[in-house]
């Protein structure tokens, strides 16, 4: 057996044994060895492996199997721009709290430097974004290997899950291989190379049950909790009796504040009704009156995030801690009852305005498509405009689990994070669907390169195409005054038929023109299928528009 072929082996056979179930591999030659271990294991049914022809499509597609799962996902590429396609993805990870894997073939040191074919310098290329960095030395045809190859797959599987007291993200180990690259015809070591004999072997720390909390709400006292886009707490403490308004809108859960962020938009209702302190759940990011909120010098606010890794732009936070605080004690009744019949009439008012509205308008989209997915679906959300149509326009409902990559919020990898999300779930599982928008799609179209040998998955992509970026007419580059630049450098149009590029990968399209059309096409017979839903880009401005003027009119 020569070398290259023998650490890889261990490493697959160590990350198994650390509780590895799905591997991605963006095939190479340098990261030949790590491939086929891979393809062994997962002939043997030890885990399941994932192929893809492009690096960031295989980081996204980790990144959502590792955020469907919850369990560290491992990706493996070859050298040269291979690693720094998964920038991105890391990037995302780092931010994300999401526990990845990154396995990077290299050349060996003496090729660095020198003019080396694909050879680049990969120590420092994901610089701080990095839980743990390991670069393996060249492996030899000797004895005394094992253990260290093992331990250092254990630290950066410890790093990775955040069980060494940070939080959760990439860890990194780079490992140089010299020729031969393929398997020779003996089996011969100079040691066994079956069995765990590093010494983190079983001594993986675990994130304690007990983790710290914040300051616990005490009886009367007027606190607003206010959830990121994908906080899993936030129904739970919604259903407790507590005022919650998620990001998500009415997808955070049953008995949220459905209508939140609209209230908060609302000067003459906030006045009157400001909370004494802010228990933030996780990341809010996505809108300003949250911000303004949190940076209000009358309003004490603390964080349950992790301490290592928590969001405070205004430096307001008091306390931050990982634990949920005791929600035994509700907060003034009369206080709590203003909220309500507030968020009763601001939902209303959004009813009355989206429902003159056709599935043109991207809100409307939003709201019908909450509306329709059954109990215990997963709702994959793409960045910019679709999580903002949640937040805005979604009744209040039970059963939907959102994901969504908020880490650094960018349209890329989505479809792979979507796939990937949808590779990750369980019998019991409802289905899973994405709304994204042309852009996002059309910026990850390889995702949809699925080859015939590899796991399928069941998912719906719902496209509100508008043939450009309509968020930005919605922020500051659409006021007139930058009119004559706005169409080419923001709105962006592409022109491209969805119908065929969806096509081109052998996956149905469907172009649904009606609510009714919508809830006709929902239902997944299997596979990958895009819904096309052609929505309006100049008419979003003035629509959101009129949707806030109108529940500050009602309120």
């Not at 086929?36 to 030890?46: E, V």
């Not at 610089?127 to 030395?137: M, V, W």
């Not at 209040?396 to 989505?414: E, F, K, P, Q, S």
């Amino acid at each position: 057996m020569n070398p290259a072929t023998a650490l890889a082996q261990v490493l697959v056979d160590e990350l198994l044994a650390c509780g590895l179930t799905e591997a991605v591999l963006a095939p190479g030659s340098r990261n030949a060895p790590l491939a086929l271990a891979l393809h062994q294991a997962d002939a043997a049914g030890r885990l399941r492996l994932h192929v893809r022809i492009d690096e960031r499509t295989a980081g996204f597609l980790a990144v959502g199997l590792a955020r469907g799962s919850g369990r560290p996902v491992v990706v493996v590429t070859t050298s040269g721009t291979a690693v720094a396609n998964l920038h991105p993805a890391v990037l995302e990870a780092a931010h994300g709290q999401v526990p990845l894997i990154v396995l990077t073939a290299d050349r060996p040191p003496w090729l660095r430097d020198v003019g080396a074919n694909q050879t680049i310098d990969q120590h420092r290329i994901f610089g701080h974004a990095l839980r743990h960095f390991h670069e393996f030395a060249v492996p030899e045809t000797r004895a005394g290997q094992q253990a260290h190859w093992r331990s250092m797959t254990d630290r950066a599987w410890t790093a990775a899950v955040g069980a060494g007291g940070g939080p959760p993200g990439p860890a990194q180990l780079n490992v140089p291989l010299t020729e031969p690259l393929l398997p020779d015809s003996t089996s011969d070591w100079p040691e066994p190379l079956i069995g765990r004999t590093g010494p983190w072997t079983g001594a993986l720390a675990q994130v304690l049950a007990d983790a710290p909390s914040v300051p616990a709400p005490e009886p009367g006292e007027r606190v607003l909790f206010v959830a990121d886009l994908t906080h899993p707490w936030a129904p739970l403490v919604a259903d407790a009796g507590h005022l919650v308004i998620g990001e998500a809108g009415g997808a955070a859960g049953g008995r949220a504040l459905a209508s939140g962020i609209h209230l908060l938009s609302a000067p003459v209702f906030l006045d009157g009704a400001r909370p004494d302190r802010v228990i933030v759940l996780g990341r809010p990011t996505l809108f300003r009156p949250v911000q303004a909120l949190l940076a209000d010098p009358r309003v004490t606010v603390d964080v349950v995030a992790h301490p290592g890794a928590y969001a405070d732009p205004a430096g307001s936070a008091r306390t931050v801690a990982a634990g949920l605080p005791d929600l035994a004690d509700l907060p003034d009744d009369g206080w709590a009852a203003q909220w309500r019949d507030a968020d009763a009439v601001a939902g209303k008012t959004v009813a009355d305005v989206i429902g003159g509205l056709d599935l043109t308008a991207s809100p409307r989209l939003a709201r019908e498509l909450v509306a329709l997915l059954p109990a215990r679906s997963t709702l994959v959300l793409g960045s910019s405009q679709p999580p903002r149509d949640l937040a805005l326009s979604t009744r209040a409902r039970d059963g939907l689990r959102v994901v969504a990559n908020r880490g650094v919020a960018g349209i890329d990898g989505m479809v792979s994070t979507a796939i990937g999300v949808a590779l990750a779930a369980g019998p019991n599982d409802g289905p899973t669907v994405a709304l994204m928008g042309d852009l996002t799609f059309l910026h990850d179209l390889t995702g949809l390169a699925v080859g015939p040998d590899e796991p399928r998955p069941d998912l719906t992509i719902v496209v509100s195409n508008n043939d450009g970026g309509a968020i930005f007419g919605t922020l500051e580059p659409g006021a007139d005054a930058h009119a004559n630049a706005f169409e080419r450098v923001f709105g962006t149009p592409h022109g491209t038929d969805l119908v065929a590029a969806v096509g081109a990968f052998g996956h149905r399209h469907t172009v649904a023109r009606t609510a009714d059309e919508l809830s006709a096409a929902l239902p997944n017979p299997g596979g990958v299928q895009v819904i096309e839903v052609r929505t309006s880009r100049t008419d979003l401005a003035p629509t959101l528009a009129r949707l806030t003027e109108a529940v500050r009119a009602a309120l």
